[in-house]
């Protein structure tokens, strides 16, 4: 049994470091071809940060494991915000008290519920996908258009950025990248996902049987943990040098687009079906740790560390009760 976990971390950190790869190639080729960077910010970097989780739930789907896929991106959204947020507020606080994110939030609840709806139908078909990319495709809409109203804004008080300055604020931008770099990372990147995905997806399920679960329990914790690990490890170096402003509005965010694009395009390859259990109490406990937020987004409180213990515990509870 220690080959399979050996296997499935090699496949994670496969994942991690090829999606890693793959958004800094594909950030500086397009800025190179001479797409605009604020549509590389908001679609080429948000889908490329997502590309372990999408090639999880495809790969799930593709082998007949599909539960494994919908429990990736529920538990990594309750991982999100009871483990990401609550384990560096623990450590340190988090100062989210500075952090504008009320409209995205609305839209992270609104598709939380649209998600959970789908999900009675019992089944994510092709027809949920189109429902949940169409919503996607307003929130990206609506981004673009308040990027762009701030932008107007900036340039009217004759502080605008450059180009430059554009590309500096863009996760993986590198102006000076040469052509060969750039391929080699896409190459790492297209090799890499597909081949970390499928050591991840068959290791986890040999987990899965050998200690009599399924693999939505396995998705829901081992899979989850894994592919939200680099979020936390993240937030909590943010949090030690008191840099953390922007992780909530960054967790916001990550959960909005599991739910609408990760699902959204694996319902697409094939169907979905809801096991029960989901229906029951994993959607809620998702729905429900989104609605903790609401004093830090809405009341401009800090994460403290009491509320970074209440969260912490919140989450080892509902792992127990998982696996139990």
């Known amino acids: ?44 970097v948000a889908f490329g940060t997502s590309a372990p989780e999408l090639l999880i739930g495809v790969n799930a789907v593709l082998e007949g494991k599909p539960g494994l896929a919908l429990g990736n991106v529920v538990g990594s959204n309750t991982a999100n915000i009871l483990l990401v947020l609550g384990v560096p507020a623990l450590l340190a606080g988090l100062h989210t008290s500075s952090c504008s994110c009320q409209k995205t939030f609305l839209f992270m609840i609104a598709a939380t519920v649209l998600f959970i709806a789908l999900a009675f139908r019992g089944v994510f078909d092709f027809t949920a996908g189109l429902i949940l990319l169409a919503a996607l495709g307003y929130v990206l809409f609506d981004a673009f ?77 081992l899979v989850a943990l894994g592919t939200s690990l680099p979020e936390l490890a993240t937030t909590v170096m943010a949090a030690l040098r008191k ?3 922007v992780a909530l509005g960054n967790v916001i965010g990550s959960n909005m687009f599991n739910l609408l694009a990760i699902i959204g395009i694996t319902s697409l390859v094939g169907d979905i079906p809801v096991e029960p259990g989901f229906l029951r109490f994993d959607l809620w406990v998702m729905l429900a740790s989104s609605l903790l937020l609401i004093p830090f987004v809405f009341l401009k409180q800090d994460i403290g560390k009491a509320w970074g213990i209440a969260l912490t515990s919140l989450y080892l509870i509902y792992v127990v009760l998982v696996l139990t």
């Open 145 to 221: 258009r308040d990027a762009q109203k701030h932008r107007r804004a900036v340039a009217s008080s004759e502080a605008a950025c450059s180009d430059l300055d554009d590309e500096e604020d863009i996760e993986g931008a590198d102006p000076d990248m040469p052509w060969w770099q750039i391929i080699l990372f896409l190459l790492l990147g297209l090799i890499g996902l597909p081949l970390g995905a499928d050591l991840l997806v068959d290791n986890a399920s040999i987990i899965a049987s050998a200690f009599g679960v399924s693999d939505a329990v396995i998705g829901l914790t």
């Open 243 to 245: 840099q953390a402003d």
């Open 1 to 44: 049994m220690i080959t399979p976990w050996l296997l499935s971390g090699l496949g994670l950190v496969i994942l991690l470091l090829a999606g890693d790869a793959l958004v800094k190639g594909a950030v500086n080729l397009s800025l190179r071809v001479g797409i605009p960077a604020l549509i590389v910010s908001l679609t080429i």
